[in-house]
C-alpha cells in the first residue's frame, strides 16, 4: 500500500508560479512511476508530468518549458513547479504513484484566475 498527499494548490494570478508536493508513505520501495495528472471541470483527467525511479521524465506537450517535476528522495516527496501559469492550468491536481497497482492523491486545487 502506498499513501499520498498533495499539498501546494491556491489561487494564483495569470504568469504567476505555484509548487506541488505529494507526500508519499507506505511501500515506496516499490514504486516504479510517480507523476501529477489534473482534471478541470467538465474534462477528462489528463497527465501533466512523470518521473520514472530512475530519474527520467515526460511532460504534457501544454506544459513543457513551464513546469517541472522532481523529487526528494529522502523526504519521499515529489515536486510539482509550476511557472507561467494559465487560466486553462485551472484544475484539481492529483498525484498518482505505480507500482503493481497505482494509486492517486486526493487532489490539490489549482486556480489560475485574475
Known amino acids: 500500500q502506498v499513501q499520498l498527499v498533495e499539498s501546494g494548490g491556491g489561487l494564483v494570478q495569470p504568469g504567476g508560479s505555484l509548487r506541488l508536493s505529494c507526500a508519499a508513505s507506505g511501500s515506496i520501495f516499490s514504486i516504479n512511476l510517480m507523476g501529477w495528472y489534473r482534471q478541470a471541470p467538465g474534462k477528462q483527467r489528463e497527465l501533466v508530468a512523470t518521473m520514472t525511479s530512475g530519474g527520467d521524465t515526460n511532460y504534457a506537450d501544454s506544459v513543457k518549458g513551464r513546469f517541472t517535476i522532481s523529487r526528494d528522495n529522502v523526504k519521499n516527496t515529489v515536486h510539482l513547479q509550476m511557472n507561467s501559469l494559465k487560466p486553462d492550468d485551472t484544475a484539481v491536481y492529483y498525484c498518482?504513484?505505480?507500482?503493481?497497482?497505482?494509486?492517486w492523491g486526493q487532489g490539490t486545487q489549482v486556480t489560475v484566475s485574475s
Open positions: 498518482r504513484a505505480t507500482t503493481a497497482y497505482v494509486y
